[in-house]
Structure formats: C-alpha cells, structure tokens
C-alpha cells in the first residue's frame, strides 16, 4: 500500500484560508478511497476552532533542534473522514491570532514545522513512502531530508513531492538562516540551491530538492516556464521541466452539492433548475437587494487582489452597471477594492451587495443563487471558485489563463459546446464585451438550462485528480 504523509500549513476544517487548505481537507480523503494511507501533518494553530479542539488528543512530546535552539513539539493527532491527521504544538510558535503575518519570526514558525515533520517520524510509527509539500512554509522539508536525515535507515526510502498552489508567495529572508535556523552551511548558498538575489527562498528549496514537482493546473505548469509568470524562477522550473506535473485541483463534492447542501436555501440539481430560482429570491431578500426573478445576478467571490483581475473590473464598473444586473460581492482583501465594491454599494443599493468579508454559509447562498460568476483573472494557477460556481449551475465568465483556462470551455452558439464564457486578452473591455455576451444568452432560456446543465454535469471532482496523483506518488516510489 501506498503511504503519503501531506505536510502543509493548513486544511479544511481545522483553518483554512483559500485553496490550500481545500485542497489539503479534500485530496487525502479522495486518495484514502483509492487505497493509499494518506495523513496529514499540520501546525496546531490558536485558530482551531474549539469543537475540532476537542478531539485531538496528545501522543508525546519531543524536543526539536533548530540552530542553537531545543524546542518543545507535542505531537498530537485526530482522525477526519478516516484520515488521520497530527498536528505539531508549539504555543510559542502557533498559540497566536491568526496563522500567518507574523514578520518578524514568521520563517522560524515554518523552519521548526518542517523540522518537527521530519522528526516526529519515527514517533507516530508511520514510515511514509512520499511526503507531499505544499507551498513556501513546507519547502524546506525536501533540502533537510537530503541534508540531514538521508544517512539514517528510517529516512533513507522516503521520497518528497512538491507542490506549487501559487508561486508568487516564495518565502524570501535573510541568509542568516541558513544556519541559524536550518543547520545548513554556505555550500547550499548557491544560485543551483537555496540563494535567491542574495537571500534565501524556501520555496526554491522545495524545487530544488524535492524529487518530484507539481502545479495546480496543467495550463499553470506551462506558464510558470516564462518569464511573465514565472517570478524570476522560471529559469529553473524550465530546468525541472521533465520533472514538473501539472495536475487539475478537485472540489469535494459531497460538500458542494445543490442536491443536498444544508447551507442553501433550497435544494435543486440539473433535472430540477427551476428550484435553483428560490435561492435567488431569499438572498436577495437577505442583502437587501430588489426582489426580480428576472434580473441576471453576478457574483464575485475572491480575495480582493490585484491578482483575481479587479482592476478590469475597475476601469469598467459604471459600465457594467448600467446594465440590467445585480452585483453581489463576498471576500476581502486590499483597501482600494474593498472601498470601490463599498462605493457602488452606496451608490445603488438594490442592485450592489458588498459583504466585505468571508462567510461560509453566505458563499454557499451566493453560488445556488447567482446567475453569473466573473473572476478575470490576471494569473490563476487553479481557480477553485469556478469549480464551485459551475456545480451549482452558475455559469462563470473567466480570463484564458491558468486553471480557468483548463476548466472554463467558452460557450459556442452554433455548435452548443461550452461550460462558460472566457476571454483571452487582459483588458477591461474584452471583459464588459464577454459580459454583455452572457448577460444577452441569459434571457434565452433555452440556451441558457442547456448551459447549466452541461455545467453542472463536468466532473472536476477529487476522483480524477486523484489517481493522477497516484502515478506521480508510483512513480516516486519506484524511482523512475
């Protein structure tokens, strides 16, 4: 049996702010169903919430090095849907508010994590075949496997993948830590290793040592290889080409499913759409919006950053108003976006929603209610949004680039292709062009309930995604 050890710095239920941990709460159960001893390992965070608290319980505790320091690492451990997940407890480190934003110890946080992962080992019994990493915060996982713990016989099988969710977030410090906090010495202060423009990037660490990469999409995987996207590593990841996968992320499709989603107001699927009407209505209703069963309603659920294309809708937001639509807006991020969304809510109050923070069950109401899901984005290396939209037959228009390119089939009118509406080019008016398009399919019903249904019967489920992930864990494994 195959047995993967995912190591990352968040997963639903237990904290969770965007895709990674979706993916992390999501991918070991899909993996478990296909036959592979799949646990995780995560800090334990001030954050959890109480109810999940409660039922992890406490193994031991060790004392990890880190440079001249000997931290206290508990080990405990729960189970979720059959997995079971450890989590590192260190009050020091993760008793705090929030799990990121810590600057000036926040890479010590992540060194002693990955430290523990490799250390706590031999104390929970489990022997993995691949540790998976996820992200900057695991990224010096793979360099001191091979730097200090290849040598002993426990160690000396396991290999590591590494997986990039987004590679703009890379970790960069100072080159003190090597050895203050990573027990290496300058040999690996090279430009081939872990110097980055005269500091130290952990997620270059994580592609360098790793034996095996990934990305979130396979589109993404190509476009980190230029320039553009690439973040001044696209040299390197042009150099791992052979050994870098890009693999689709899933959604969890017992979680998001109109059928039976307690969160919504009322459950419908493809054979009964007309149901879906009814989560209009309410919500609506609940925002203040004006009550029309015949207003195409538009949703935006993304952090508000630069990256998810808000710009564009910036240079055209009055234009996109002037039309016969409902905006509704559900995230929060960077002050000009969040006033902008603000603004427009002042300014038409039954027709703009600006819920200026992040709300679960308000998410859920959102995707069965809207008609219309727009992310333009400028990158996007998966997009899970436009995952969840289509599940609930909302129809997303999207910008051709990473994962939306790979997930989002542009509706075509003479052959009845398409799951959505796309555009290429990153300009404000190719967007209002492709919005006005879907806005005017929408008064066609006809159309408009083959639309939903075809995207509501796309399977961007973890089953796929899954055994893709298999091949790559074999591969690993056998050594090819």
Not at 17 to 29: F, H
Not at 321 to 346: P, R, T
Not at 435 to 454: Q, T
Request: glycine residues 8%; hydrophobic residues 40%.
């Amino acid at each position: 049996m195959l047995k993967v050890l995912f190591a990352a710095s968040e997963a639903a239920p237990f904290v969770k702010t965007g895709g990674l941990g979706e993916v992390i709460g999501s991918l070991p159960v899909a993996l478990r169903r296909h036959g592979v001893d799949a646990r995780i390992i995560l800090p334990k965070y001030k954050a959890i919430p109480a109810n999940l608290k409660e039922r992890i319980r406490h193994i031991k505790h060790i004392y990890v090095k880190l440079g001249w320091r000997n931290q206290y690492c508990g080990i405990e451990e729960t189970e979720r849907k059959g997995v079971p997940v450890y989590f590192i407890d260190n009050e020091y480190y993760f008793g705090r508010d929030g799990i990121y934003g810590y600057s000036d110890d926040e890479v010590e946080r992540f060194a002693f994590f990955c430290r523990s992962v490799l250390e706590v080992l031999p104390h929970i019994g489990f022997m993995p075949d691949v540790i998976h990493c996820h992200d900057w915060q695991t990224g010096a996982i793979p360099v001191l496997l091979e730097a200090h713990y290849r040598h002993n016989d426990f160690y000396k099988n396991i290999r590591t993948l590494f997986t990039i969710h987004n590679l703009r977030y890379q970790g960069i410090y100072d080159r003190k830590i090597l050895g203050d906090l990573l027990d290496l010495g300058d040999e690996y202060f090279t430009p081939d290793k872990l110097e980055f423009y005269g500091n130290v990037n952990m997620l270059k660490a994580g592609l360098v040592y790793a034996n095996l990469i990934n990305t979130v999409s396979p589109t993404y995987a190509q476009e980190i290889q230029m320039p553009f996207f690439g973040e001044r590593l696209d040299g390197l990841l042009r150099a791992r080409s052979h050994e870098l996968f890009g693999i689709l992320n899933g959604v969890d499709y017992d979680e998001y499913n109109p059928a039976t989603d307690p969160l919504i107001f009322r459950n419908y699927d493809q054979d009964h759409l007309e149901n879906k009407v009814e989560n209009k209505l309410k919500l609506q209703e609940q925002l203040g919006l004006a009550v029309r069963e015949d207003v195409p309603m538009i949703s935006i659920i993304v952090r508000l950053v630069a990256q998810k294309g808000l710009d564009l809708i910036a240079h055209v937001l009055d234009e996109i108003l002037a039309m016969d639509i409902q905006l509704v807006v559900l995230g929060s991020g960077e002050w000009q976006y969040e006033n902008m969304f603000k603004n427009a809510a002042n300014r038409y109050p039954k027709k703009v929603s600006a819920n200026i923070f992040y709300d679960n069950t308000l998410a859920h109401r959102i995707y069965a209610a809207s008609d219309l899901f727009l992310m333009p984005s400028l990158y996007e290396p998966c997009g899970l949004a436009q995952l969840f939209s289509m599940r609930y037959g909302t129809i997303p228009i999207v910008r051709e680039t990473g994962g939306l390119k790979d997930t989002v089939q542009p509706y075509n009118e003479f052959t009845g292709e398409g799951n959505g509406f796309s555009f290429t080019n990153y300009n404000a008016h190719d967007m209002l062009y492709t919005i006005k398009r879907a806005v005017n399919f929408y008064h066609n019903k006809e159309v408009w309930h083959a639309l939903m249904r075809r995207a509501m019967q796309c399977d961007y489920s973890w089953n796929r995604s899954a055994r893709e992930y298999i091949e790559l864990y074999n591969r690993l494994k056998s050594g090819r």
